[in-house]
T-cell receptor, first 109, second 116 residues
Framework: QKEVEQNSGPLSVPEGAIASLNCTYS??????FFWYRQYSGKSPELIMF????GDKEDGRFTAQLNKASQYVSLLIRDSQPSDSATYLC?????????FGQGTELSVKP | DTGVSQDPRHKITKRGQNVTFRCDPI?????LYWYRQTLGQGPEFLTY????????KSRLLSDRFSAERPKGSFSTLEIQRTEQGDSAMYLC??????????????FGPGTRLTVT
């Protein structure tokens, strides 16, 4: 079992829809969770972090954390073509980030 | 903040040659990380520093890889006797000393290494 797992996609949604990206992790003791966006050929960009169970909203982005289920998700409301990218889930463990393989999101105009 | 910078952005080398990459972190950040990313995968941890001390090195990292951060500012990553399997994007990231902020890592643009 991988430490951090994501569906690789691609996930395709129409413009204006809600995109839902999911991530599970194996270490029950993990405390900090991050979402990065990575455009093709570019480096990862931090867009959200969440430490507590529940929802955290920032603009069109909502991160959701359920530690009991070891599940993190990212919702993107009113998806735009500019949101088309790979979204990486990361878990902070012992001084470093452990990344999933990323989910490719495509927003169709 | 000027962000994390890396140099060079691209490097093409022949198998067996040595290469060295440089990373300059965000100025007030005391932690610096190196990751490697191959196509279709998430970044993979290599090593990290707190100030000038190297705190952890991945077991996946062979003895051909070495990293330094001599004055607690910029860092270098050297790969000796490069192999084709070393071809990847090498990413540097830094984070603040603030409690709870260690996981908030900010990445540089990366150095893309191609070994021919």
């Amino acid at each position: 079992q991988k430490e951090v797992e994501q569906n690789s996609g691609p996930l395709s949604v129409p413009e204006g829809a809600i995109a839902s990206l999911n991530c599970t992790y194996s270490d029950r003791g993990s405390q900090s969770f991050f979402w990065y966006r990575q455009y093709s050929g570019k480096s990862p960009e931090l867009i959200m972090f969440i430490y507590s169970n529940g929802d955290k909203e920032d603009g069109r982005f909502t991160a959701q954390l359920n530690k009991a289920s070891q599940y993190v998700s990212l919702l993107i409301r009113d998806s735009q073509p500019s949101d088309s990218a790979t979204y990486l889930c990361a878990v902070y463990q012992g001084g470093k980030l452990i990344f999933g393989q990323g989910t490719e999101l495509s927003v169709k105009p | 903040d000027t962000g994390v910078s890396q140099d060079p952005r691209h490097k093409i080398t022949k198998r067996g040659q040595n290469v060295t990459f440089r990373c300059d972190p965000i100025s007030e950040h005391n932690r610096l990380y190196w990751y490697r990313q191959t196509l279709g995968q998430g970044p993979e941890f290599l090593t990290y520093f707190q100030n000038e001390a190297q705190l952890e090195k991945s077991r996946l990292l062979s003895d051909r890889f070495s990293a330094e951060r001599p004055k607690g500012s910029f860092s270098t990553l050297e790969i000796q006797r490069t192999e084709q399997g070393d071809s990847a994007m090498y990413l540097c990231a830094s984070s603040s000393r603030g409690q709870g902020k260690l996981g908030e890592q900010y990445f540089g643009p990366g150095t893309r290494l191609t070994v021919t």
